[in-house]
């Protein structure tokens, strides 16, 4: 057996405001680099043995969920 480890991509600590946010979703870059990560998981050249992939878990945080959405998608898999 084989354990991935992917940490969320960057969040969006800071509103707009300025206040701090608990459960922050992703930033613009988060979002790039969550779809970077996909791509890199979904790639059988650069992680051989990608098929054998076969659960994903995630924190239920929103920067944990948006990031595992594209990893998802690229192997289609379910979290």
Do not use: C, F, Y
């Not at 600590?13 to 680099?33: F, I, S």
């Amino acid at each position: 057996m084989e354990l991935i480890l992917v940490r969320h991509a960057q969040p969006a600590w800071t509103a707009p405001d300025g206040t701090g946010r608990n459960d922050p979703g992703l930033t613009e870059l988060g979002h790039a680099q969550a779809k970077l990560v996909a791509e890199r998981l979904g790639d059988s050249e650069q992680l051989p043995g990608r098929g054998d992939v076969d659960r994903l878990l995630a924190s239920p945080a929103v920067r944990a969920q948006e990031t595992v959405a594209p990893i998802a998608a690229s192997l289609g898999l379910e979290v």
